[in-house]
């Protein structure tokens, strides 16, 4: 028998969850995830909350004296998260809830640039930005890249102005009119689309004339076309002679003309027709090339040649100005840039879970460039990176010698070398000042403020060179010539010694009976 002093504590405490604890499986739109608990143990130790995530633990949150019994985990990036609670006793006896799944999926896409996509502010010799954009949501959603605002129309249907009219969302307004009985639904593939019947249904951007490059570009939108009778216009700029334009002709065509020459690149739609569709149209100085679900469909070499601004009279989605011709179905997410999208970004325009968003941008010039990512979800949501700039500076610094310095091969009796430059440069990172004598350096001082002069001083006396090198925040870089200085001697003293005759010094013009004379001198040099 074991006699104690207090009766052992073999009773586990009791643990369940309570009012306002989310459901198991439950999936939420928020980004905080509450747990309430009861607990009934009279010797309660700790409390524990714990939460994981898909691949790790989250958080794990401890309490002792009994009192806490909530917890609110805020600020929860989209992902699956499990948590439970364990209550343990003085006696480590030990309890835990069951363990609940939940799924945080939030309104917005989440979009963010990743490497090697370069810094906000940032610059670079070489004449290429390689662009990243990792995107994700829990449904389906497509991401692209506004290089240098080349994106000149981002009508999505979902924002809309006073009159119901769809409003573009890039950054120049080409905003569109509902004409005709043209109508905004809400049951589209991305939030909601413009449905039109192909009688006189269109929405009219004559806007958009104004900012189209006609010789580079793409063309992009999702299409829900109820049949295929007929001539049906999907998004057409120009008239009957000079135009850009995506239609459907029994056969889907991409086509670009300057007037005299018709190049189309086409495929079957026949099999498409009822079923949400992604088409791109992308044309350039040699091709014309059109996509479907994000994968290529058919090429031509371009022959036309260009096609001036002037000749562009008129842009529409849904509809041919000059043949009236009209779309049948519903338009959602239609997007124009100024300049041909390479496969990878036209697949993240039709699937970015499965293809994220990226580009490496050649060939620029030496200036600023800025690009911006988004992200869209099938509800319409839509999210963005921040705007980065960075600098392409393929120019090295300008350095020289200035007033002051002396000259290659100098001569001079001083114990000090002197350096005065002249420097020319936008983006300065630092200037670096270097002095070696026959074997070694002497002295290398680095600024990252733009010092233009430097003083040595107090050197031995030998043959010395220098330089002055500079760098900037592209790593371009630049210096100066090495100039040889030969230190021979101190500036010469001019102070005369002092001296004058000491005690016992015969005086001047004596006589004396001695066989000897004395001198004693005093003397002041130092």
């Not at 604890?21 to 409390?47: K, P, W």
């Not at 633990?57 to 309490?63: L, M, R, W």
Request: proline letters at 2%; glycine letters at 8%; a negative charge.
């Amino acid at each position: 028998i074991n006699l104690s002093s207090v009766p052992t504590d073999t009773t586990f405490p009791l643990i369940s969850y309570g009012t306002g604890t989310e459901t198991d499986g439950v999936n939420i739109t928020r980004n905080n995830i509450y747990v309430n608990v009861s607990v009934t143990e009279t010797n309660e130790n700790t409390i524990t909350f714990r939460l994981h995530n898909s691949t790790s633990q989250y958080n794990v949150t401890s309490y002792t004296g009994g009192a806490v019994r909530t917890i609110n985990w805020t600020g929860l990036a989209d992902a699956t998260y499990t948590f439970n609670v364990t209550v343990n006793d003085t006696a480590g006896n030990s309890n835990t809830t069951a363990t609940r799944t939940v799924n945080v999926d939030r309104t917005n896409p989440s979009v963010s640039f990743a490497n090697p996509t370069p810094a906000n502010g940032s610059s670079q010799a070489n004449n290429n930005i390689f662009v990243n954009v990792s995107s994700s949501d829990t449904n389906g959603h497509y991401a692209f890249i506004d290089f240098d605002k080349s994106l000149v129309m981002f009508m999505q249907m979902d924002s809309l102005n006073s009159t119901g009219s769809p409003i573009d969302n890039s950054s120049y307004g080409n905003n569109g009119s509902l004409v005709g009985g043209a109508s905004i639904v809400e049951s589209s593939i991305f939030g909601e689309g413009a449905e039109l019947d192909g009688v006189n249904d269109y929405i009219d951007v004559p806007d958009l004339i104004g900012d189209v490059n006609p010789n580079i570009g793409t063309m992009s939108f999702w299409v829900l076309q109820d049949n295929s009778d007929g001539n049906q216009c999907v998004f057409c700029i120009g008239d009957g002679n000079a135009y850009i334009r995506m239609q459907d002709q029994g056969f889907m065509q991409f086509r670009y003309s300057n007037s005299t020459t018709d190049d189309s690149a086409g495929i079957d739609f026949s099999s498409y027709v009822g079923k949400w569709t992604h088409l791109a149209g992308l044309w350039n100085e040699t091709s014309v090339i059109i996509y479907v679900n994000g994968a290529f469909g058919s090429q031509v070499a371009r022959t036309s040649s260009n096609i001036t601004s002037a000749q562009l009279t008129n842009a529409r989605i849904g509809s041919r100005e000059d043949l009236g011709i009209y779309f049948n179905g519903t338009i959602n997410e239609v997007l124009f840039f100024n300049r041909t999208l390479t496969p990878t970004e036209i697949s993240a325009l039709y699937n970015a879970g499965t293809t994220q968003a990226q580009n490496n941008f050649t060939g620029l010039s030496s200036s600023s460039h800025t690009f911006k990512g988004y992200a869209v979800d099938m509800a319409g949501n839509t999210n963005s990176t921040e705007t980065r700039t960075v600098t392409i500076d393929r120019t090295n610094p300008l350095i020289s010698y200035g007033t002051g310095t002396e000259n290659d091969t100098a001569n001079v009796t001083q114990s000090n070398v002197y350096v005065n430059v002249t420097v020319t440069e936008t983006n300065f990172a630092n200037i670096t000042y270097l002095l070696r004598n026959d074997t070694s350096t002497v002295n290398e001082t680095t600024y990252t403020t733009l010092v233009l002069t430097i003083n040595w001083t107090g050197l031995a006396l030998r043959n010395y060179t220098y330089n002055v090198s500079v760098r900037d925040s592209a790593n371009n870089f630049n210096s100066t010539a090495t100039r040889r200085i030969n230190l021979s001697s101190v500036p010469t003293d001019t102070t005369f010694p002092l001296i004058s005759y000491g005690v016992g010094t015969e005086t001047d013009g004596i006589n004396i009976s001695r066989n000897n004379i004395y001198v004693n001198v005093s003397i002041t040099e130092t």
